[in-house]
Nanobody, 116 residues
Framework: QVQLVESGGGLVQAGGSLTLSCAAS????????MGWYRQASGKQRELVAT???????NYADSMKGRFTISRDNAKNTVYLQMNNLKPEDTSVYYC??????????WGKGTLVTVSS
């Protein structure tokens, strides 16, 4: 079992920045990839970014250049640095982890609201 706890969401003005954190606990040695997804009201959940244990990253096209995913293995934490935020970035942001056995785990989410 893997537990994921997000933090760092909140209200920010357009053009501002926020950093989200996701702390993993439990069977963290089995995690192969971690990432961030988001879901706006009335929309489907979508990929934001992922990072492998090797450090290889992947971003959704609309997030490239504005968002940066990183991880601190010593703290078992993954971060999402979000810059130049736009009102359309308003969503609940979810942390995700997948293990080598292809089990998927989700955090409860953290709300990011960007005001215009």
């Amino acid at each position: 079992q893997v537990q994921l706890v997000e933090s760092g969401g909140g209200l920010v003005q357009a053009g501002g920045s926020l950093t989200l954190s996701c702390a993993a606990s439990g069977s963290i040695g089995s995690i192969n990839v971690m990432g961030w997804y988001r879901q706006a009201s009335g929309k489907q959940r979508e990929l934001v970014a992922t990072i492998l244990t090797t450090g290889t990253t992947n971003y959704a096209d609309s997030m490239k250049g504005r968002f940066t995913i990183s991880r601190d293995n010593a703290k078992n934490t993954v971060y999402l640095q979000m810059n130049n935020l736009k009102p359309e970035d308003t969503s609940v942001y979810y942390c995700h982890a997948m293990t080598v056995g292809r089990m998927n785990y989700w955090g409860k989410g953290t709300l990011v609201t960007v005001s215009s």
